[in-house]
């Protein structure tokens, strides 16, 4: 490779990872590098490039957490809404469903979801982590898309044991008391049994790093990151977004009532960056 070619490389690759892409997300949008992973790789190994290995972010490792919440105490919820039970319906689609929270000092808190056919990710700001914050973003969810639709979209719903899922008749009773949903629970200390979300959560985590308070957040911060998630080629999806792949599987509409918009993927960025530019 000559130093010209190696520098016009360096030009569309360095700012990329600056910004926290992948070397996978970057081959991906960038066919005119023509080379491999591997090779990209290789070169910020041997140093030719401005970036070095340093600035890439550590691929998405998964290590589930220890659970902190506090956990629901009335075990009759869990009636017929076991693992064990969820596990029976052999799905080969469903939503996630967990809660991300902010640090001490702020009780602001994300509601979040996540898509396992589409890996579309989803996250809600709520004021407070409680039964009646999460039952009010069902809510607001329904009359934007429409019972039938919400229905159609989140049918079936796995999440943890935390107190703010504590009242699983509440989200499963639509507006005019129909039945919208089905919420099933992990195991205990089994959040790897939503490991599709865990894995979202990571990604969050690169812009909000542990630690960072919500308290100025604004939904429509939490929308632009989402935004840019969900714009994010997945090897599990052979090289399409998110966004592309519930395009096709659940249409223009839903995703505009999930307020949701295709990020050009050069100006992906998976940084703290992010939101600090948009304040």
């Given amino acids: 490779m000559t130093k010209h070619e190696l520098r016009k490389k360096d030009g569309i690759v360095s700012p990329l990872i600056e910004q926290g892409q992948s070397p996978y997300q970057i081959i991906t949008n960038h066919p005119e590098l023509d080379m491999s992973v591997r090779s990209l790789y ?10 070095r290995n340093i600035d890439l972010k550590r691929k998405p490792g998964f290590k589930p957490r220890k659970c902190h919440k506090t956990q629901i105490t009335n075990r009759t919820v869990f009636e017929k809404r076991l693992f064990s039970d969820f596990s029976e319906l052999q799905l080969s689609s469903f939503v996630e469903m967990d809660t991300v929270h902010s640090s001490r000092e702020s009780n602001k808190t994300l509601l979040t ?19 009646g914050a999460v039952r009010l973003i069902f809510d607001r969810l329904e009359k934007r898309m429409g019972t039938y639709e919400f229905l159609s979209v989140f049918e079936y719903i796995l999440t943890d ?8 008749v509440a989200l499963e009773t639509g507006l005019d008391e129909i039945q919208r ?30 630690g960072t308070s919500f308290e100025f957040l604004t939904q429509w911060d939490v929308n632009l990151i989402v935004n840019h998630i969900n714009s994010t080629p ?3 999806l052979n090289g399409s977004t998110p ?18 918009k295709r990020i ?16």
């Avoid at 044991?161 to 699983?168: A, K």
């Avoid at 099933?184 to 790093?209: F, I, N």
């Avoid at 599987?249 to 307020?259: I, P, W």
């Avoid at 050009?264 to 304040?279: A, Q, W």
């Fill in 42 to 51: 290789t070169y910020l190994d041997q140093g030719l490039f401005t970036a």
């Fill in 113 to 131: 979801f996540f898509f396992t056919k589409e890996k579309l990710f989803l996250a809600f700001l709520l004021n407070r982590c409680t039964k």
């Fill in 161 to 168: 044991r935390g107190s703010e899922f504590g009242d699983p």
């Fill in 181 to 210: 949903t089905s919420i099933y629970y992990c195991d205990p200390m089994r959040s790897g049994q939503k490991g599709g979300l865990e894995q979202a959560h990571t990604m969050l985590r690169m812009v909000l790093p542990k």
């Fill in 234 to 236: 997945r090897e599990s």
């Fill in 243 to 260: 966004y592309d792949a519930a395009l096709e599987t659940l249409g223009k509409e839903t995703l505009n009532a999930f307020q949701l």
């Fill in 264 to 279: 050009d993927p050069d100006l992906v960025n998976l940084t703290p960056k992010l939101i600090r530019f948009n304040h």
